[in-house]
């Protein structure tokens, strides 16, 4: 029985946290995270989260099993940065903002997010991943710079990438973080038409009038919203 005992179908999104843990029985639709918090590291409990969400029963305009990842535009703090336009090795990119020569620029966070987004297609033990709608989850608690056209480009890099192997492409955020990082995006950018799923409900019917609520970006629209209840995350879907 949906949380405030109503007969909406809702989903529910489960990642790193929900390791060796009951998750939530029948949901109508499964989220599942791909990373264990950060942009560059592997959920340990994906394949049995997959495996989970399986289950899910449908009777929303969901996919049954969607996906999401951790986003960021670290610079040189972090791990690893690019330094050119090539992403695998011996593959050029076409790079709508210029070459990357290692620097902490648009062009270079482009690429950071194109191969962040093809590890996470490719190296993290995901099966046929064009069948799957990836949400990027963009909140403050990852590394960001105070650049916010480069965080854009960021997730610009993402977004082609899935856009070139014919995934779908969502965007996962609550509106004050979403501005902190992102701000306005222009309708050249491949975000310009991505679905937002809003957070920041803590009932149903706070999710639910979330729905009506502007999408994170001008030509996109508010698919769904999430809210929590007892330790659970909880979707409800907008269409």
């Known amino acids: 029985?949906?949380?405030?005992?109503?007969?909406?179908?809702?989903?529910?999104?489960?990642?790193?946290?929900?390791?060796?843990?009951?998750?939530?029985?029948?949901?109508?639709?499964?989220?599942?995270?791909?990373?264990?918090?950060?942009?560059?590291?592997?959920?340990?409990?994906?394949?049995?989260?997959?495996?989970?969400?399986?289950?899910?029963?449908?009777?929303?305009?969901?996919?049954?099993?969607?996906?999401?990842?951790?986003?960021?535009?670290?610079?040189?703090?972090?791990?690893?940065?690019?330094?050119?336009?090539?992403?695998?090795?011996?593959?050029?990119?076409?790079?709508?903002?210029g070459t990357c020569s290692h620097?902490?620029?648009?062009?270079?966070?482009?690429?950071?997010?194109?191969?962040?987004?093809?590890?996470?297609?490719?190296?993290?033990?995901?099966?046929?991943?064009?069948?799957?709608?990836?949400?990027?989850?963009?909140?403050?608690?990852?590394s960001w710079s105070r650049d916010i056209e480069a965080n854009r480009a960021a997730l610009e890099g993402m977004t082609d990438f899935f856009h070139s192997i014919e995934a779908d492409v969502g965007i996962y955020s609550a509106s004050f973080q979403w501005w902190q990082i992102v701000g306005t995006v222009s309708e050249g950018s491949s975000l310009y038409h991505l679905p937002s799923w809003l957070a920041g409900a803590s009932t149903e019917n706070g999710a639910k009038s979330n729905c009506s609520l502007p999408p994170l970006t001008g030509g996109g629209k508010v698919t769904l919203t999430q809210f929590v209840a007892n330790g659970t995350d909880y979707g409800y879907s907008c269409i």
Request: glycine share 10%; hydrophobic share 35%.
């Open 103 to 142: 620097g902490e620029d648009k062009a270079c966070a482009y690429m950071y997010g194109w191969a962040k987004a093809y590890d996470d297609a490719f190296f993290r033990g995901i099966k046929e991943p064009d069948d799957y709608l990836w949400w990027l989850d963009v909140e403050t608690g990852n």
């Open 1 to 97: 029985m949906p949380p405030d005992g109503d007969a909406t179908p809702l989903g529910n999104d489960v990642s790193w946290p929900q390791c060796n843990t009951s998750l939530p029985k029948d949901p109508a639709f499964a989220i599942v995270g791909v990373n264990s918090g950060l942009a560059n590291t592997t959920n340990p409990c994906l394949a049995q989260q997959l495996d989970w969400a399986d289950d899910a029963l449908g009777g929303t305009g969901q996919p049954l099993v969607a996906l999401y990842v951790n986003t960021a535009n670290p610079g040189h703090a972090g791990s690893w940065w690019p330094s050119s336009n090539e992403y695998p090795a011996g593959v050029v990119v076409d790079n709508p903002h």
